[in-house]
């Protein structure tokens, strides 16, 4: 396992006022898959708490819902790790250090489709791995229901999310929520966790991301638009490395009211050696002049090479977002 720099507090000396789109942000695809059997599945070496102090603050998860929880899983890998697992560590940071902010993806794993006949092999699995979970009465809870009721033991009147009302599963009090926009700042969301989410959901749910193309790169229509890379299939690391470059070109040009987000993960080999031949070029890239707005960039294995995070992190060093603040501090 490669060693990561530590930046525990790099957001800490960025102005207040700095739209959230406007950021350059480290992220990690399928966050939660650490320690797997074998490696399978497994896209992280470095834990959760370990990646929120290397400077990781975009979190991709992926959960599935099982009777008393929701799951950490990477399609019918269960990780062994719990959604409320995921809420302590991201607490704890973010009490430690209160001048970041926590942008959490959520995506619902499954149960997938009715039809046994159009089901995939992994499909099947999935569906004789994952029950519905039931409400006290016996109602079926819907993804949302669980997500919020288990927010709700974690986190309860806290206001540990900026744009999410967690409620108990029979009611009860709910906390008036923001809606995250491409006006909102920085100082707005620290020391919170900005939800952005990839399930069904009502409007008080965070970022609604539903819109989210298969293997695509894709614009939404509806604002804040979301600008997308995540095509994963059928790419040599050649046509991979030059539609990442495209799309973080494209970013930099682009308005800083739009979230754009690029994954850099990809699934011809293993996630492993992808990130061995991709994150090199990658950080290499972003090491070179002109710097600007890159956006989110969601990565395998970000810890190696060691400066790859660095290099993203750094994208944010342009007088409009730092107003001349020292930039050894941000490093920190």
């Known amino acids: 396992m490669g060693e990561f720099i530590p930046h525990t507090s790099w957001m800490r000396d960025l102005p207040d006022d700095t739209p959230v789109t406007a950021l350059s942000v480290p992220g990690t695809h399928n966050s939660g898959c650490v320690g797997s059997l074998f490696g399978f599945a497994q896209t992280q070496n470095p834990a959760l708490s370990d990646q ?9 998860i992926r959960l599935a819902q099982c009777p008393s929880n929701l799951s950490v899983h990477h399609d019918v890998v269960c990780m062994d790790k719990s959604y409320v697992g995921i809420l302590a560590t991201c607490s704890d940071f973010l009490e430690k250090h209160p001048s970041e902010t926590i942008l959490m993806s959520v995506e619902d794993e499954g149960p997938l489709g009715d039809e046994p006949d159009r089901s995939t092999p992994s499909e099947v699995l999935r569906k004789l ?3 519905n979970a039931e409400n006290e009465d016996g109602r079926v809870s819907s993804f949302e229901d669980t997500l ?9 009147g806290s206001p540990l999310f900026y744009n999410f009302a967690a409620r108990r599963t029979r009611g009860g009090p709910m906390a008036a929520v923001r ?13 919170r966790i900005v939800l952005l989410r990839r399930s069904e959901g009502s409007q008080d749910a965070g970022l609604d991301l539903t819109y989210w193309p298969d293997n695509q790169t894709f614009r ?15 790419l040599t690391e050649e046509d991979k490395l030059e539609l990442i470059v495209i799309h973080i070109e494209e970013a930099k040009k682009s308005d800083l009211k739009d979230l754009y987000i690029t994954f850099s993960s990809a699934a011809e080999f293993t996630a492993s050696d992808y990130a061995k031949a991709i994150n090199p070029r990658l950080s290499d ?3 070179r ?3 600007g707005r890159v956006g989110i960039i969601v990565m395998d294995y970000f810890e190696n ?3 790859l995070v660095s290099n993203v992190i750094e994208m944010n060093q342009t007088s409009r977002l730092t107003g001349g603040a020292s930039w050894s501090r941000l490093m920190m």
């Not at 929120?52 to 991709?60: E, K, N, P, V």
């Open 148 to 156: 919020k009721a288990r927010t709700w033991e974690h986190v309860a």
């Open 289 to 291: 002049p002109p710097r």
């Open 305 to 307: 090479p060691p400066e």
């Open 129 to 131: 791995s994952i029950k």
């Open 52 to 60: 929120l102090d290397a400077g990781i603050r975009f979190l991709d």
């Open 179 to 191: 809606a995250l926009t491409s006006e909102t700042t920085l100082g707005e969301v620290r020391g």
């Open 220 to 234: 939404s229509a509806a604002p804040p638009v979301h600008d997308v890379h995540d095509r994963y299939q059928g």
């Open 285 to 287: 890239y972003l090491a």
